[in-house]
């Protein structure tokens, strides 16, 4: 398992698929907060509104099993029989480049993200009301199939969160991002009055 260093931190979007956890993540982290995000592996179909090495790596159910058996995943988890990761080399390398990185990841691996590292690992629940989620997922060009699918999981995604350290209802997108900035933003003054106090010598 990789360790995170001290000033490492690891801000984790989960909630509801179609909340738009994805939009906020990649408005805070990347456009505002110059953070990088880690892609998630799966096994699932590549969905006609998704980019492969944006959203997901796309790969066969054999290379992710191949993966497995390597112990190249940090964490894994099985949803409506497709699998979803992510790779330990891909955290890595992406710390080295940035001293803060986010993730997007359902409950499931947020929890295992959350029991690996403790602290270090801050979770963002997004969430929208089931209706909402529901208008999001049609207007994206989900089927009726993969709508019906996601709802079944709605309750048990929203119960955890009260589970996660900030909690953010996802009506308007620059109204949440700009919360969810604010947020993130606080830890990073802390992180900086830290350090300055640590470097200061002992008075005496």
Do not use: W
């Not at 909630?15 to 892609?39: A, W, Y």
């Not at 949803?79 to 992406?94: A, L, M, N, S």
């Not at 480049?97 to 691996?109: A, F, M, Q, R, T």
């Not at 900086?192 to 200061?200: D, G, R, T």
């Amino acid at each position: 398992m990789y360790n995170l260093k001290e000033k490492e931190l690891i801000f984790v979007f989960t909630g509801p698929d179609g909340s738009g956890r994805k939009t906020v993540s990649k408005l805070v982290g990347e456009n505002t907060l110059q953070m990088k995000g880690v892609i998630s592996y799966t096994t699932r179909n590549r969905r006609p509104y998704e980019t492969g090495g944006e959203d997901y790596h796309y790969i066969s159910p054999g290379e992710f099993q191949a993966s497995i058996n390597n112990g190249e995943f940090l964490e894994s988890v099985e949803v409506d029989g497709h699998f979803y990761g992510i790779k330990e080399k891909d955290i890595r390398e992406t710390f080295e480049k940035k001293g803060c990185i986010y993730l997007v990841v359902n409950p499931e691996g947020a929890d295992i993200l959350k029991k690996l590292y403790g602290d270090k690992v801050i979770r963002f629940f997004v969430y929208a009301d089931r209706n909402t989620v529901i208008n999001r997922q049609k207007e994206r060009g989900d089927t009726p199939a993969i709508i019906e699918r996601h709802l079944a999981h709605y309750d048990e995604d929203m119960a955890y969160r009260v589970h996660c350290e900030h909690v953010f209802e996802n009506y308007k997108l620059d109204h949440t991002a700009f919360e969810v900035t604010q947020t993130i933003e606080n830890y990073f003054e802390k992180k900086l009055a830290e350090k300055k106090a640590s470097s200061e010598p002992e008075k005496i």
